[in-house]
Nanobody, 117 residues
Framework: QVQLVESGGGAVQAGGSLRLSCDASGSIFLINVMAWYRQPPGKQREIIATLTNGGYTHYRDSVKGRFTISRNSAKNTTYLQMNTLAPEDTAVYYC???????????WGKGTQVTVSS
């Protein structure tokens, strides 16, 4: 099992920045991919950034150039640096971990990000 805990959410004005953190614990050796998802109010959850163990990253078009996913392996923490935030970035942000070996994915409980205009 893998446990994920997000932190760093909050309220910010448009143009501001936030850094989300995802602390992982448990059977971390199983994880192949870390990802961040978000769920805007009244909408479905969407993937916004992924990071593989090999260092490959991928971003949703709407966040490219503004958001950066990274990891501190020594701390078992994955980050999402969010710059130039806009009201449409308002959402609950979720950390996700995927294990190819066990075909399992794990979720954190989410952290709220609110961007005001």
């Amino acid at each position: 099992q893998v446990q994920l805990v997000e932190s760093g959410g909050g309220a910010v004005q448009a143009g501001g920045s936030l850094r989300l953190s995802c602390d992982a614990s448990g059977s971390i050796f199983l994880i192949n991919v870390m990802a961040w998802y978000r769920q805007p109010p009244g909408k479905q959850r969407e993937i916004i950034a992924t990071l593989t163990n090999g260092g490959y990253t991928h971003y949703r078009d709407s966040v490219k150039g503004r958001f950066t996913i990274s990891r501190n392996s020594a701390k078992n923490t994955t980050y999402l640096q969010m710059n130039t935030l806009a009201p449409e970035d308002t959402a609950v942000y979720y950390c996700n971990a995927k294990s190819v070996l066990t075909n399992t994915e794990y979720w954190g409980k989410g952290t709220q990000v609110t961007v005001s205009s």
